[in-house]
């Protein structure tokens, strides 16, 4: 993860989880599966603490690949990735959405689609 250059703000840290693999969402107190308790940095000092946290969970083996992503807020507040990739990732096996986050918190999906 550089600090190099932030993504457009707002952001959130998305990483995986090093025992599972599963995508994992920093919420300010630890890591969730859920986006929608992601923690949102408005502002370049927030984008820099959500980075630090992402640098020092991997430096504790607790995740793999941490960085910032930058999001829009879905109509039910849900941070939403702009691009395909985290998109992709925020919402798990597209083609059965029996399985993954779609099954496990419904509406996700739906609010993910609707960003404002």
């Known amino acids: 993860m550089s600090s190099a250059k932030l993504p457009p703000l707002p952001a959130i840290l998305i990483a995986n989880d090093l025992l599972t693999g599963d995508t994992v969402f920093y919420s300010g107190q630890g890591w969730t599966r859920h986006p929608g308790e992601a923690q949102i940095a408005e502002d370049e000092a927030a984008s820099l603490g959500l980075e630090a946290a992402g640098q020092e969970a991997m430096r504790l083996n607790r995740v793999?690949?941490?960085?910032?992503?930058?999001?829009?807020?879905?109509?039910?507040?849900?941070?939403?990735?702009?691009?395909?990739?985290?998109?992709?990732?925020?919402?798990?096996?597209?083609?059965?959405?029996?399985?993954?986050?779609?099954?496990?918190?419904?509406?996700?999906?739906?609010?993910a689609g609707q960003t404002r």
Do not use: C, M, N, W
């Not at 849900?78 to 597209?94: A, N, S, Y």
């Open 64 to 111: 793999v690949d941490a960085y910032l992503v930058d999001v829009v807020l879905s109509a039910g507040g849900i941070p939403v990735p702009r691009h395909f990739r985290e998109r992709f990732r925020l919402l798990g096996p597209t083609i059965r959405p029996d399985l993954g986050k779609q099954a496990e918190f419904p509406g996700l999906a739906a609010q």
